[in-house]
C-alpha cells in the first residue's frame, strides 16, 4: 500500500529498522536508540493517520 506521496509503508519500516541497526553500530547507547525508533514509529503513525483522515 503506497501513499500519497509515494512512500510504502514497507520502505518507511525498512528505513527505520536500517536507523535503529546504525544506531546501534555508532555505539549509542541503547536508551537513546529506544527513544530514536519509538519516535520515528510515531511520525510514521502520524502521517499515516493524516493520510487516512485526508482520503477519507
Request: charged content about 10%; glycine content about 2%; overall charge negative.
Amino acid at each position: 500500500m503506497a501513499s500519497p506521496s509515494g512512500i510504502s509503508l514497507k520502505h518507511v519500516e525498512s528505513n527505520v529498522m536500517r536507523n535503529a541497526r546504525n544506531q546501534t553500530l555508532l555505539n549509542d547507547s541503547f536508551l537513546s536508540s529506544v527513544v530514536q525508533l519509538s519516535h520515528q514509529l510515531y511520525l510514521c503513525e502520524f502521517v499515516l493517520a493524516a493520510e487516512a483522515f485526508s482520503s477519507s
